[in-house]
């Protein structure tokens, strides 16, 4: 069983910059992918960015493409997602999801595992 465990949310003004980490307890590298997804009050969760094992295997949603960067660590099994230009309607709780197999994959369901979330508010 795969745990993950999120940590970086807080509070922030607009146009500023967050980090946030998710830390898995089991090896998902080279053969799986890990994603963020965020869902605010009253919304679906969305999809926000993805990274698979080799370079170059990202993908972004457009609405966070340019501003948020995400990352990994396969020796520490942490993901990151650098955060930056921060806007209101960014505010939200983000999962953090990891599956065992491929990856690419933009829908909550492609996801086996998943954090417990860590809230992200941006003050206008």
């Known amino acids: 069983q795969v745990q993950l465990v999120e940590s970086g949310g807080g509070l922030v003004q607009a146009g500023g910059s967050l980090r946030l980490s998710c830390t898995t307890s089991?090896?998902?590298?080279?053969?799986?992918?890990m994603g963020w997804f965020r869902q605010a009050p009253g919304k679906e969760r969305e999809f926000v960015a993805t990274i698979g094992s080799s370079i170059g295997t990202t993908r972004y949603a457009d609405s966070v493409k340019g501003r948020f960067t995400i990352s990994r660590d396969s020796a520490k099994n942490t993901v990151y997602l650098q955060m930056n230009s921060l806007k209101p309607e960014d505010t939200a709780v983000y999962y953090c999801?990891?599956?065992?197999?491929?990856?690419?994959?933009?829908?909550?369901?492609?996801?086996?595992?998943w954090g417990q979330g860590t809230q992200v508010t941006v003050s206008s």
């Open positions: 999801a990891a599956r065992i197999t491929g990856w690419g994959h933009i829908t909550p369901s492609a996801y086996e595992y």
């Open positions: 089991g090896r998902i590298f080279p053969s799986g992918a």
